[in-house]
């Protein structure tokens, strides 16, 4: 039988391919926070879940840990969490005072990656944290958007498609955050060039409790800016514009409008910073130079 590959093409074992499998146990007061953990909460049922089946079973998967030398104080190397930081909380509730540990040694940039990785495979994100770790690699270690996803095994589009969740305003990011909209919803809202169009849609759409497909249809009857209400309805889109819009949009990342004259018409497509240009032209086969 054919092996299914999942959505990521690179998983812990492609990152650290001679990670060596020994175990060795390690007191659980010297174990410390990795600083670019990107998952920035945790859910406390599930935590307490899992807690409790460690105070049954154990910790059946070690955690991935870099060794902290104490140099010259003479007391006993601490232990920076590169991958397990929720296996690790759950310990502590359930009251071990030792857990298993794999020790490599690391780049900063690589924890972030491991972390970040381990986090993808187990749907440990949310949108936002996600795109975060995304920034965070890009703005720190000076990677590029197509390193990015090569790095972390995510397709073009799915990072650049996350970043983007970072132009919204703070207070539709914290709707994201509190799983209020979906990141369908929020992708769609993004259609919406001003920020005042966006912001009364999303309250349309928690209001309305608007499914993902009705958010998009709500996004493109919206008026134009400078249009007058007055009762008057805009003209339903032409289903076949739509449906190529929606093509072109899944291919490329990014909202695009397409507008047809008697003669032709003309294919817009936006991008909302530098990077995301950049990844476009990638996409297009075209030269990202100047």
Request: glycine content about 10%; aromatic content about 2%.
């Amino acid at each position: 039988m054919a092996r299914v590959k999942t959505g990521l093409g690179k998983g812990l074992g492609a990152l650290i391919p001679r990670l060596a499998q020994s175990t060795e146990s390690v007191d659980i007061d010297l174990l410390v926070c990795n600083p670019y953990q990107p998952r920035l909460a945790m859910d406390a049922a599930a935590l307490e879940e899992l807690a409790e089946s460690i105070r049954q079973h154990g910790v059946l998967q070690p955690l991935l840990v870099s060794r902290n030398d104490n140099d010259g104080d003479g007391g006993a190397p601490t232990y920076q969490v590169i991958a397990g930081g929720r296996r690790l909380e759950a310990a502590r509730l359930a009251g071990l005072t030792q857990v298993p540990v794999v020790v490599k040694e690391t780049t900063a940039r690589e924890g972030l990656e491991l972390a970040l990785v381990e986090n993808l495979q187990r749907k440990d994100l949310n949108p936002l944290e996600e795109a975060m770790a995304y920034r965070r690699l890009m703005d720190e270690f000076t990677l590029k958007q197509n390193e990015v996803s090569e790095r972390v095994g995510r397709s073009r589009s799915a990072v650049a498609n996350a970043l983007r969740l970072l132009n919204l305003s703070e207070e539709i990011k914290d709707s994201l955050a509190k799983g209020e909209i979906s990141e369908g919803h929020a992708r769609a809202l993004l259609g919406l060039a001003e920020e005042s169009q966006r912001r009364a849609a999303w309250q349309r759409t928690l209001e309305k409790g608007l499914s993902v497909r009705q958010t998009e249809e709500l996004v493109r009857s919206w008026p134009s800016k400078g249009k007058s209400g007055g009762g008057q309805r805009t003209k339903a889109r032409n289903a076949d514009i739509e449906a190529v819009e929606e093509r072109l949009q899944t291919v490329l990342g990014t909202r695009v409008s397409l507008a047809k004259g008697r003669r032709g018409g003309r294919i817009t497509i936006h991008f909302y910073s530098d990077e995301e240009l950049e990844g476009l032209l990638e996409r297009l086969g075209l030269p990202a130079g100047r």
